[in-house]
């Protein structure tokens, strides 16, 4: 696949080749047979090229899944010379590398930055925040799957989760300044976090109403995924991921230095605390109208010794193509009080994220979609 959706270029097709002409990509994607085996889809077996030509002004991101994938160096100087980046994602989604020009951005806003990620109690000031969003986004799905669903014992397992939510955020709310500066109010409120999540996903299957035989959800796996809707869930994280990342970026603000998650080499810790919010209602909600509406089968997964699940070329379009196709969708900004792109809210929060951060805000104002 070499397709250009909201000025991304995703490549997921093995073998394909990249090579640049003045300021175009030109894009050469091979044609396999169904029935051949991935490891198998090599240049000498395809049956066919799809060519593309890409004008370099109308792109803002490169992704490309897997190992076989390759770009020229005079496409990467093009890439770098027009800021665009050029991110390298294993098959499932996994962020190895990201490559960028010289940043063009604020160093005052930078500094900023990171002297608050060293203050413990502004990331947990901050951190407060992030999971509030997070719990209410989730509540929010909770109690519209309580709504839909006709069945007793279920409804009455969503409504103990969302009861314990509610509690959850009582108890956010109630945090005082002197509260968020104590020795280990960060770890408690990463604890919170975590119950919350458990929570969550304990009621999960209650979500699908098609397919739960196929599409059974007992816990969380990552890495490698062990089932097809962890498969799904994880994709979508690994999507959702790319645009915080580019979000914060765009705005100034470096995306491996967080304030709720802690930081490690090659982890994106600002990244992940921005995509809290999203979760519940970009991701997850995606996952669960594809599997209820029969957009996403079976045969769209394919199982790999070792029990790991990973998702057939097939697959992986079908939901990059799904994802987009959301982003398109509008909605209200709550804070702005205007209709947006839902592919726009990563950089709207990012935008205030960075607000708050030069003291223009007073605290850090998740979205919470109405």
Request: proline share 5%.
């Amino acid at each position: 696949m070499g397709d250009v959706i909201q000025n991304t270029l995703y490549l997921t097709t093995p073998a394909t080749f990249v090579a640049r002409d003045h300021l175009t990509l030109q894009v050469e994607v091979p044609v396999y047979a169904p029935e051949l085996p991935p490891e198998e889809r090599t240049r000498e077996h395809a049956t066919d090229w799809r060519k593309l030509s890409i004008p370099i002004h109308h792109l803002e991101s490169v992704c490309t899944f897997g190992p076989r994938i390759t770009l020229t160096a005079p496409v990467l100087d093009l890439c770098w010379e027009h800021g665009v980046s050029v991110n390298y994602l294993t098959e499932g989604g996994y962020l190895q590398a990201r490559v960028t020009g010289v940043a063009d951005t604020s160093v005052t806003l930078r500094r900023t930055h990171f002297r608050a990620a060293d203050v413990p109690a502004k990331c947990a000031a901050v951190a407060r925040q992030i999971i509030a969003g997070k719990i209410q986004n989730s509540r929010n799905s909770l109690l519209r799957a309580a709504r839909e669903t006709g069945n007793a014992e279920e409804q009455s397992s969503l409504g103990a989760v969302t009861d314990t939510m509610a509690r959850q955020l009582h108890e956010l709310g109630r945090l005082t300044a002197s509260d968020l500066g104590r020795e280990g109010a960060l770890d408690a409120l990463r604890g919170s976090e975590g119950l919350a999540g458990q929570q969550y996903f304990s009621v999960f299957r209650f979500f699908l109403k098609q397919q739960r035989e196929s599409f059974g959800f007992t816990t969380r796996s990552r890495r490698p995924p062990r089932d097809r809707i962890n498969c799904l869930l994880s994709f979508l994280y690994a999507l959702v991921r790319h645009d915080c990342i580019a979000a914060l970026t765009a705005v100034g603000l470096d995306p491996f230095v967080g304030f709720l998650h802690a930081e490690r080499p090659n982890r994106p810790a600002l990244a992940l605390d921005l995509m809290e919010e999203f979760r519940a209602w970009i991701a997850d909600r995606l996952a669960i109208t594809l599997i209820n509406r029969r957009q996403i089968g079976p045969e769209h997964f394919r199982e790999r010794e070792g029990g790991a699940v990973e998702f057939t070329d097939a697959g992986r379009r079908l939901v990059i193509t799904a994802f987009q196709e959301r982003k398109k969708e509008t909605m209200q900004h709550p804070l702005l009080e205007q209709n947006l792109r839902i592919g726009q809210m990563p950089f709207i929060q990012a935008r205030i994220l960075a607000r708050h951060l030069r003291g223009d805000l007073q605290e850090y104002l998740p979205l919470v979609p109405k």
